[in-house]
């Protein structure tokens, strides 16, 4: 018999409510696979495992009543720690929100409790959501469950949803909420080998998640395959009058629209993504994917996205600029640290809590936020930026005028070994090069496994859609799942 | 443009964020390392471009003028708000003397 362990959302759901297994025991389960690996991989900041029996016990009670079970009825899952939970400690992996126990659900985490979803706990992530490799935590570095053959290096689980990727990928959660502001959902799951996307900017309430850069960040599901992906993004996404950049569109039925026949289906190969030096097995893999799509009945199309080489420094003006005005509310009075130097005042009671409570990664962004948004800089460096931003996007809609989605690499390597980028965070930044141009143009972007590089690790690649087609993004990404075949796991070393 | 010791200090401070004079020598070549890479957007011709605002098309919704209209987001949450304060005094929060 298959571990319940093994079992992503659909299976575990329709199990439940065929019971063929409680949803009781799924969640026991889970909480002692999350207890096993959580010493050595530290994927989680606090486990919560009385949430997840306490959320399947009333399922199990609901389906006994004869009741309808909501879309995730008995799945336990992870939440980034990034998104509210009322009563439960949200630290966004920071010093400065140790502690914090809001008294609000987010609304993504509300709508998920509202389907039948239960919490395993709070995860691990990049602090304050700025890393792509979790090593800039207040809570210890989160290491992947995958290896190389012969190593026992610890390897990045990607960031900033490394605690997501890491813990569904180790099967200590079916799924898990990842957030994306530059590429933390599908940098993350290409490292782990499993799915993950991000929807159109405005689909999921950003309200109750811990803010980053407000006009790119946005949540979505990390999961096994692109079906859960479907299923979860259901139940995330809608309207939310509390979030005034929120979508006001139904949520489409993703999940009995999927199908992985692209005929007549047009796909973009960016040319500008093709660089030079590139990894021989990224290579491969997005020739394969190519190949694929192909047999699934796509035409292949060749497109230009002319300001691809700007995207990523525009991004690092833009997300610390918005960071910086968004981080400003931690300043030691209404909640988390308070650092007071003895006769201190005000002003240096802020400054020392600021201090104290952000770690480096967060203080370099917000002073190069800072600077770019200062008298005398703010046109040269900020508005600049949301004009190369505005060609950014525009190249999106020419280039969507010739296909119905584009298909690239999700990241331009394996995972890293920790250490391995972190004196340089110029290196670091530069991981993110095929995943921020969509999220500069808020476009719905989802990465699946695509195979092994040849150290034996997985490599992702990445669709990306017009803005409101998620469905045209799953729909490829399954055509992509079906051929790529991937059933590599992590082996069990923890 | 590139930033020297001062400016950095000056910026921390605009940050409200304490730096000692260790971490501000670290922190000058970073920053000068990302600023001389971002720098390179000057080269990008962006006549008659606006800056981007909003990346999805979306109208701006006004809340209805009344009191309270949402339960969550509303007033008279008094305990609610102060529940994570370091130093809330007599339903307000506390910080050090401002005046004299």
């Known amino acids: 018999m298959t571990a319940l362990t093994d079992l992503g959302i659909a299976a575990i759901r329709d199990g439940v409510a065929k019971g063929d297994f409680t949803a009781t025991e799924v969640a026991t389960a889970f909480n ?8 050595a991989l530290n994927a989680f900041i606090v486990t919560t495992p009385e949430k997840a029996l306490e959320a399947a016990a009333k399922v199990d009670a609901d389906r006994s009543a004869g009741k309808a079970l909501g879309a995730l009825a008995g799945v336990p899952i992870g939440m980034k720690d990034l998104f509210a939970t009322k009563g439960v400690q949200t630290t966004a992996a920071s010093k400065i929100l140790e502690g914090f126990k809001p008294q609000y659900e987010s609304t993504v985490s509300q709508k998920l409790w509202d389907a039948g979803a239960g919490m395993l706990g709070k995860l691990n992530l990049d602090q304050f959501a700025m890393g792509s490799s979790n090593e800039t935590s207040a809570f210890g570095n989160v290491i992947s469950p995958w290896r190389r053959p012969d190593s026992t290096a610890p390897l990045a689980p990607g960031g900033s949803s490394g605690g997501s990727s890491s813990a569904v990928s180790a099967r200590l959660a079916p799924a898990a909420t990842g957030t994306d502001t530059g590429g933390s959902i599908r940098q993350p799951a290409a490292f782990t080998g499993i799915s993950g996307i991000k929807p159109t900017y405005g689909r999921c309430s950003r309200w109750g998640i811990v803010a980053f850069a407000s006009s790119l960040d946005q949540a ?9 992906c479907a299923i979860m993004l259901e139940a995330m996404a809608g309207f939310d009058p509390k979030d005034s950049t929120s979508l006001d569109l139904p949520v489409p039925a993703w999940t009995a629209s999927l199908s ?9 190969i960016p040319r500008e993504y093709r660089l030079d030096g590139m990894d021989p097995d990224v290579a491969k893999s997005w020739d394969d994917g190519i190949a694929w799509l192909k047999d699934a009945g796509a035409e292949i199309v060749d497109i230009s996205l002319p300001h691809t080489k700007y995207a990523l420094p525009t991004y690092y003006i833009i997300a610390p600029a918005e960071a910086s ?7 030691g009075v209404r909640y988390g640290l308070r650092d007071l130097p003895d006769g201190a005042g005000l002003q240096d009671m802020y400054a020392a809590t600021r201090a104290a409570g952000f770690g480096p990664e967060v203080k370099r962004r917000i002073l190069i936020g800072t600077y770019v948004l200062s008298a005398g800089f703010y046109d040269a460096y900020y ?11 525009r190249d999106f809609t020419l280039a969507f005028e010739k296909c119905d989605v584009i298909l690239a690499p999700t990241a331009p390597s394996s995972a890293f070994a920790l250490g391995e980028k972190s004196a340089d965070p110029l290196e670091m930044y530069l991981n993110d ?3 921020v141009p969509a999220s500069l143009a808020g476009l719905p972007a989802m990465s699946v496994p695509a195979g092994l590089d040849r150290s034996g690790l997985p490599l992702g690649l990445q669709v990306i859609g017009k803005a409101f087609d998620e469905q045209g993004v799953l729909n490829a990404g399954l055509a992509l799942e079906a051929r790529a075949q991937f059933t590599a796991r992590p082996e069990k070393w923890w | 443009m590139s930033v020297d010791t001062a400016t950095v200090a000056k910026i921390a401070s605009l940050a409200r964020i304490k730096v000692s004079e260790t971490e501000l020598e670290a922190m000058v070549p970073e920053l000068n390392g990302i600023l001389a890479w971002v720098e390179q957007l000057a080269e990008v011709d962006v006549t008659g471009i606006e800056p981007m605002t909003a990346v999805i098309p979306n109208t701006q919704r006004l809340r209805a003028d009344v009191v309270n209209a949402d339960p969550l987001t509303g007033g008279d949450m008094r305990e609610a708000v102060l529940a994570n304060a370091p130093a809330p005094e007599h339903g307000f929060f506390g910080v050090p003397k401002v005046i004299e």
Request: a positive charge; zero cysteines.
């Open chain 1, 220 to 228: 979505g599901p990390m999961a096994r395959d692109v079906t859960d």
């Open chain 1, 433 to 435: 090069v095929f995943s």
């Open chain 1, 260 to 268: 992985g026949d692209m005929k007549g289906k047009k796909v973009g």
């Open chain 1, 383 to 393: 508005t600049q930026a949301q004009k190369v931003r505005a060609l950014i996007a």
């Open chain 1, 325 to 331: 005005s968004n981080l400003a509310r931690y300043d």
């Open chain 1, 32 to 39: 002692t696979a999350v207890a096993e690996a959580q010493p």
